[in-house]
């Protein structure tokens, strides 16, 4: 009979969001269970309510993990720095398509408690940068502030879904050739940017070279 491992007690913590995560990426959602969590991380089947009071609350912890992950890769890039805007959309997609289930988990609110302390943490900060999509000296009144990053997130969030469910085939067929996932995704923002008035980045607009407009 397999021995359980032994583990720190913080380690355990960390080593069942660990087995959670590997059975979301390898089994998708429906194979998490407190039990199955325990016998990928290689512990007894009653270990996890050591940490965790009930499936939500792991799954909230490792949707929170989620968002800090996503939060540090749509900041590498200062939003001072004038690729910032065009840099954290690509960041926001790429993890999306990296991580496709940990992303569908991440705003599946019905699976998740969202009175989870560092759930409710992880979402404010990924909240706060992408306020940043609204802030700008050309944008002055409340309205258009919010309308801009609520147009940023739903592109963002909408593009990453497409993506991930494979949706996205028919426009990369008429796309430019040599058009990958990001450059697509670059022509979406130009349009965007463009027709909101705010400044292209030179990345998108260099994608945009071998588009043909009518």
């Avoid at 491992?5 to 429906?30: C, F, Q, T, V, W």
Wanted: charged share 20%; aromatic share 6%; hydrophobic share 45%.
């Amino acid at each position: 009979m397999k021995q359980p491992k032994p583990y720190h007690h913080g380690a355990l913590h960390d080593a069942l969001l660990a087995a959670a995560e590997s059975i979301l990426r390898r089994d998708g959602l429906p194979a998490l269970t407190l039990r199955a969590i325990a016998r990928e991380a290689g512990v007894s089947h009653g270990a996890p309510g050591h940490h965790f009071k009930d499936l939500s609350e792991l799954l909230s912890e490792l949707a929170a993990l989620g968002f800090e992950r996503l939060t540090s890769m749509m900041q590498e890039v200062s939003p001072t720095e004038p690729s910032w805007r065009s840099a954290a959309s690509h960041a926001y997609v790429a993890f999306a398509i990296d991580n496709p289930g940990l992303f569908s988990l991440m705003f599946r609110g019905e699976r998740l408690n969202a009175d989870n302390p560092r759930l409710r943490a992880a979402r404010q900060t990924v909240f706060g940068v992408l306020e940043q999509f609204g802030r700008s000296s050309d944008l002055a009144e409340d309205r258009t502030r919010i309308g801009a990053m609520t147009a940023q997130w739903c592109l963002l969030h909408g593009f990453a879904v497409l993506a991930i469910d494979g949706r996205l085939a028919r426009l990369m067929a008429i796309a430019p050739p040599g058009t990958d996932t990001m450059g697509l995704l670059d022509f979406a923002l130009t349009y965007q940017a463009g027709n909101s008035g705010l400044e292209v980045e030179s990345e998108s607009k260099a994608s945009l070279g071998g588009l043909k407009t009518k």
